[in-house]
């Protein structure tokens, strides 16, 4: 795990702003801990309107994204983790899913935050999960990004 070169990021308030977080529902431990960490940084920023939503994968992250962002979300954050298997779907599901995700962003013009972890097995997935021996919180940043840009979007 890289880690090198992140920023600092404070973060910001953004009281007013509709937050939607769309979490994947394999690997509870994980995806449990990654909505803990988006919730704590939303909380921090002052915003009050968020709801969290499941979904049964990863896969089905970008069309409930996209369900999100057209209804008038600010800013929606992605939560879910794919680990490799013995299979092609990791490749599969990975690629999906953040095209998917990108897509929603683009094309809507609602920041999502990248919360998707997409690890080669389950101690990388722990260790970016935000848990209490984790290293990185993947969760918080996700929310962090989402918040930053729906503020810098608002600014142009």
């Known amino acids: ?3 090198s070169g992140a920023p600092t990021i ?8 509709r937050v939607a977080v769309i979490a994947a529902q394999w690997h509870p431990l994980i995806t449990d801990s990654l909505v ?3 919730e704590r940084a939303l909380a921090e920023a002052g915003v009050t309107d968020h709801k969290v939503v499941r979904v049964p994968g990863s896969f089905e992250l ?3 994204a996209l369900h999100a962002a057209r209804s008038g979300y600010d800013a929606v954050v992605a939560l879910g983790v794919v680990i490799r298997g013995d299979t092609p779907h990791f490749e599969y599901v990975c690629q999906a899913a953040t095209e998917g995700l990108m897509q929603v962003s683009v094309t809507t013009g609602v920041p999502v935050g990248f919360g998707l972890l997409t690890c080669d097995n389950d101690p990388q997935a722990l260790d970016r999960a935000g848990l209490p021996d984790s290293r990185e919180d993947k969760g918080y940043e996700a929310a962090q990004a989402a918040l930053i840009s729906a503020l810098a979007i608002r600014s142009l």
Request: charged letters at 20%.
């Open 62 to 64: 970008p069309v409930a």
């Open 10 to 17: 404070e973060t910001p308030r953004a009281e007013g702003l």
């Open 1 to 3: 795990m890289s880690g």
């Open 36 to 38: 803990a960490g988006s």
